[in-house]
């Protein structure tokens, strides 16, 4: 008899704080929360509710999928301290995904399209950057430039050196003028810890201990 796979989905990288629940790849539910720096006090509360809303307890989590940044600083520490330490307490594996690569996801199935780069607002003019190749593979997505931090004159550079075209993935509210030759999407505003708890069913051989994984900060810490 095969074993049912309950996971837990945290993302509390920005101001929304989103936690959802999946039965081996289906949604059961999901709570999206405006926190900002209520993020600490009522992300527990948010999955006992969680927990409740599907009949479910804590000890029946299969494993934890982590959104481990880029992002805020506060949020992203206190989301990968409580699923990490969760993970730890109920003796089962973490699913890491990083921000870039969770928006590119969102994007893999567009027509046309080969090179996704998404693309996350990090203050002061600066922002997170990546560039995704589209792949054969089902699931898969074949990093060409790493999530990095850069001014936009850099990422400019940096997509400016393809040998095609990548589709941008922006944030809605914030406008970056030098990369407006470039074909682009919005992504989400709000992330969804359903999808996000999904993705550990979709990627099983991503399964880590809590041990080894660790936050994608990118910028340096006086900064932001």
Partial sequence: ???VKISLGIDCCFNWTSVG???????????????????????????DSLLGFSGLTLDEIGQVVLNTGPGSFTGLRLGLSYGLSLAAALGCPVVPFNSLELRALDFKGFAGVNLL???????HGFLYGAVYLITDDVKNLSPLHMP????ETEFLQTLSSLDERPLLILPKDRSYPLLGDFP??????IPSGGRLS???????ERETSFSDVSGTYL???DIG
């Fill in 1 to 3: 008899m095969e074993t």
């Fill in 21 to 47: 629940l999946s039965r081996d790849g289906t949604v059961l539910s999901e709570i999206q929360l405006n926190e900002g720096r209520k993020q600490s006090r009522n992300l527990p509360i948010a999955v």
């Fill in 117 to 123: 780069a998404p693309v996350i607002w990090a203050k």
């Fill in 148 to 151: 990095s931090f850069f001014t």
């Fill in 184 to 189: 682009f999407a919005y992504s989400a505003d």
């Fill in 198 to 204: 999904t993705l550990g069913y979709l990627f099983p």
């Fill in 219 to 221: 910028r340096p810490p």
